[in-house]
């Protein structure tokens, strides 16, 4: 494995192309997730990319995917906010993001819990996506988000009672 000198005497065990290799789909699947929109996904995971090339960030060892995430979600923040994206439709197909069996009820249930988790607050999605679909602890998030633990484990609670209460809404 190659050293890549990364700012000043600060070294990373991985390359660029191990990185993009190793975390592209991540930062693609979280941006779509977020976005909605396939190309604007592609275009923030092009973004993030470039970025790790022309700021050449100090990465600690094993924590290069938490900087890309945070970068990717600071960045669709910015795209969500701006005036001319429109906000996708909640019936957007978003499957692909899912595996799993091909079963109708199956496909039915991912689809709508998806829907729910994209219907949630910036705030709660943010942290949902990281937690449930990225498998970060509540410490690595509340470093990525640069917030304290405590609120990490407030959203969350939030967001699963949200979801609970749009699911429960939806069967009735």
Request: some cysteine; overall charge negative.
């Amino acid at each position: 494995m190659q050293t890549q000198t990364v700012r000043g005497d600060v070294r990373s065990s991985a390359t660029f192309d191990e990185l993009y290799t190793a975390y592209a789909t991540d930062v693609l699947r979280v941006c779509y997730f977020y976005l909605g929109d396939r190309t604007q996904a592609e275009d923030v995971c092009q973004d993030v990319f470039v970025r790790l090339l022309t700021t050449k960030p100090e990465l600690s060892e094993g924590k290069e995917k938490a900087w890309l995430l945070k970068v990717a979600l600071n960045r669709c923040r910015d795209l969500w906010r701006s005036a001319w994206v429109k906000r996708v439709c909640l019936g957007h197909p978003a499957l692909e993001l899912i595996p799993g069996s091909d079963e109708f009820a199956e496909r039915e249930e991912k689809q709508a819990l998806m829907q729910a988790v994209n219907r949630l607050p910036a705030e709660f999605r943010e942290v949902v996506l990281l937690h449930y679909y990225q498998n970060f602890g509540i410490a690595e998030i509340a470093t990525m988000l640069d917030i304290p633990e405590g609120t990490v484990s407030s959203r969350l609670n939030r967001a699963r009672r949200k979801l609970s209460e749009t699911l429960k809404g939806e069967e009735a």
